[in-house]
């Protein structure tokens, strides 16, 4: 900001001269003589003022030739200082947007990773889900269904983020976060039912087989 404001005032500086300058070789206006002696006079202090405004003009071309030099260097390093305040905000914009990138692929491999542990745990209940009584399994296949449109939701919200730019990604959190939800909340009731069917039938597998111990013993 100093070499701004150096380089700024320097130019003034030159201008200001250069101005004096053109003033100065202007010469003032005659005023007609009322006599030939009047007249006489007249020239004599026209050529006088002549002679002033030149060697003024020549003190004035000679203080711009001087200071041409320090307004150049002056100039020079404002434009070096320009050309570094770009570069220094080209490196800041690109590490803002690598920094985005880097935060997006993070998100997007955290939660990819999230689905991919939660087809596993799909897979393992769906192969549960096989071992229930037809009822049971006819009621699971409902559920089994929304969980397919659902993970089919996140998957497509995973992909969204991986086409869209470093600077935009954020506006998806939101809606990831969502299906992941979804997802989860879909499972765990699923989940729970197979769970509970599972019980179920193996509560009643067991009264059935403790029943004929049961009239044994009163037979004795």
Known sequence: MKKFWIAGLACTMA???VGCSEQRSVAPPTLG???PSAGADAGTDDAADT???NDAVGEDSSTVTAAKPVID???NEA??????????????VDAAANAAQKKKEQYSAEFSQKLSNMKGDIAELKESANKLQDEAKKEFAEMS????????????????L????ADRWAD?????VKAFTDLKTSFDAASKHVDGERSAEEAKKDSVSEAPATESTSEK
């Open 172 to 176: 998806l959190k939101a809606g990831i």
């Open 33 to 35: 003589a009322s006599s």
């Open 79 to 92: 434009d070096e200082a320009v050309e570094d305040m770009k570069q220094e905000t080209k490196e800041a």
């Open 162 to 165: 991986n086409e869209t730019s």
């Open 145 to 160: 269904n929304e969980l397919s449109k659902k993970q089919e939701v996140l998957e497509a919200k995973l992909e969204e």
């Open 15 to 17: 201008v200001g001269l």
């Open 73 to 75: 260097e002056l100039k």
């Open 51 to 53: 002679v002033s405004t």
